[in-house]
């Protein structure tokens, strides 16, 4: 009885490695755009690109759809969840709402080893060129993962793991509009604002401890990055996403 009740402990433990891995497969393609949005995704497929069983596959893509990465219709079966520039609109709106709050209990809360954190990845964010290629996923990715890095170690020194958690869901669904622009390189050199001087007057402020100035500058901050995808976004998308 005991190495039945050890075997069936070990197999839910594989079961799950196993639904993790298809998980973080499934998202970083959806975040890089491999996986387009909208773009169906069957079981049968996904079974001989990631190599893995049915079942993990499908506990994945019903991880994903609770967070909202991915679509379940009745009828057609999963699919990458769509994006519209309304989406983009409402993400903005609670990613400011959520960092309006989480920064003041940032710069509340943390010390040195934070601040430590912050200053060592705006340096490697500076260091780090964007993409002037569409075919530069390699490098794409770099940017954005020390990008990721440098708007998550602002926060956190929040002191809530809950709010961190919710901070990080946000991040991946900005992800996939960022993509848009760094992908897709769809903007001329005259509308490419000047990122990093932008990540630098958040940090100063926040390390300065000015939660007013910093909430403001971060604030802009998105909502320039929204406002300029959406720019591109309008013309590109199919009529029904952009409703």
Request: charged share 20%; hydrophobic share 45%; proline share 4%.
């Amino acid at each position: 009885m005991a190495i039945s009740s050890h075997t069936a402990k070990d197999d839910a433990a594989n079961a799950r490695t196993l639904a993790n891995q298809a998980q973080d497969l499934l998202r970083r393609d959806i975040l890089s755009g491999t996986l387009a949005p909208g773009e169906r995704l069957r079981t049968k497929e996904l079974q001989a690109r990631y190599g893995l069983g049915l079942s993990p596959l499908r506990e994945s893509l019903q991880r994903l759809s609770a967070e909202g990465m991915v679509v379940n219709d009745a009828q057609r079966g999963f699919a990458v969840a769509p994006v519209s520039v309304a989406e983009l609109r409402d993400l903005t709106v609670a990613r400011t709402a959520l960092e309006s709050t989480m920064l003041p209990m940032a710069m509340q809360l943390g010390g040195a080893d934070w601040e430590g954190d912050i200053v060592a990845a705006f340096h490697r964010l500076s260091r780090t060129p964007l993409p002037n290629d569409p075919a530069a996923m390699a490098d794409a990715s770099l940017w954005e993962l020390r990008h990721r890095s440098f708007h998550h170690a602002l926060v956190a020194g929040c002191g809530s793991p809950w709010l961190l958690r919710l901070h990080g869901q946000l991040v991946d669904q900005s992800e996939r509009y960022r993509k848009i622009r760094i992908l897709h390189h769809l903007e001329s050199q005259a509308q490419v604002r000047d990122v990093n001087a932008e990540h630098q007057a958040v940090m100063d402020a926040v390390l300065r401890r000015d939660a007013a100035q910093a909430v403001a500058l971060m604030t802009q901050h998105l909502v320039a990055t929204s406002d300029a995808t959406a720019r591109l976004m309008a013309p590109q998308l199919p009529q029904e996403t952009t409703r």
